[in-house]
């Protein structure tokens, strides 16, 4: 009897040690994945004040750059008083130098106020600014001295995390004077960045806005766009030989020949022309790209660069 007691009191022991046990591992749980909860919103929380402070840095240079001209010597980029920057002035030229570069077609380029030592203050890998008419595409073009895949990961203050910035690999020149010329920028659900290049999917919009501009320090590069299409992942400049005619030719023939390509506006294309293609990424399409090619109109401005 006294036996059935004890083993009745040792059962109600081991009950008692194993709910104890089940409690505290379910007690562990929870601590667990409530810290888990609190980093991934900790990091939420960084990532979108990142992001944001991105995009009020690109809000603020874009809203430079697209300020009106002011009196010589004078930029919108310095500290001025309102009564000195709405003041007219009779002795500003009604054209900037980088809007006197010859263009054909007579494309009417829009004005830009660009400081580049203040641009460069911001970010030294600052060498071009791109802009394409109704779209959000009004950025600066950065290039990474050592790391390709630098601005991928990183925006103008060194911050890590999107949106990014608009870049080109380290195997383009500057100077646009490549046979085909890549700038990557990611595809952002808010619609910056390189977002908007999906605009050229619409046949209205392809037909509306044709034109590309690209501005340096002393020139402003334009483009007339001849495709919008998306295709593989394929790295284009390590996958063709563009040293060579041949490879030049083949490349062309092959963009020509695109199956998958949307829009296209018929544009001579040779192995001498100057290819700019834009590079975005397909929501839910990971092993696809959108690309948007333009062809370089005013050569004469591109031979003056090659010749720095």
């Known amino acids: 009897m006294r036996e059935r007691k004890q083993h009745a009191h040792s059962h109600k022991h081991s009950d008692k040690t194993g709910k104890t046990k089940e409690f505290n591992i379910y007690k562990i749980l929870t601590i667990v994945l409530a810290i888990a909860f609190v980093i991934a919103l900790a990091v939420l929380i960084r990532n979108r004040y990142v992001a944001d402070q991105a995009g009020l840095k690109y809000n603020e240079l874009a809203g430079m750059v697209n300020s009106p001209q002011t009196s010589p010597g004078t930029s919108p980029w310095d500290t001025e008083t309102e009564e000195t920057q709405t003041q007219p002035t009779e002795t500003q030229p009604e054209e900037t130098e980088t809007e006197m570069a010859e263009v054909p077609l007579e494309v009417d380029i829009p004005e830009k106020t660009l400081d580049w030592d203040v641009l460069r203050k911001e970010n030294q890998d600052i060498y071009a600014w791109i802009y394409i008419p109704g779209t959000a595409v009004d950025y600066p073009v950065l290039q990474h001295p050592t790391d390709d895949t630098h601005y991928l990961n990183y925006n103008l203050n060194g911050s890590k995390g999107y949106p990014g910035c608009i870049y080109s690999e380290k195997i383009n020149s500057k100077n646009f004077t490549d046979f085909n010329t890549i700038l990557y920028g990611h595809n952002m659900l808010n619609g910056t960045m390189f977002a908007s290049l999906h605009y050229f999917e619409t046949q209205s919009f392809f037909d509306s806005y044709p034109y590309i501009f690209v501005y340096r ?34 490349y062309l023939d092959e963009v020509l020949s695109e199956e998958e390509i949307a829009r296209h506006r018929e544009t001579e294309l040779t192995t001498n022309s100057h290819i700019l293609t834009l590079s975005t990424c397909i929501r839910g399409e990971a092993t696809k790209r959108y690309l948007v090619q333009a062809k370089l109109l005013n050569e004469k401005v591109l031979h003056e660069l090659g010749n720095e």
Do not use: N, P, S, W
Not at 227 to 245: P, Q, S, V
């Open 217 to 250: 320090e002393d020139q402003v590069l334009v483009y007339e766009v001849f495709a919008a299409y998306k295709r593989d992942d394929k790295h284009i400049l390590y996958a063709y030989d563009f040293e060579t005619e041949t490879g030049r030719q083949e």
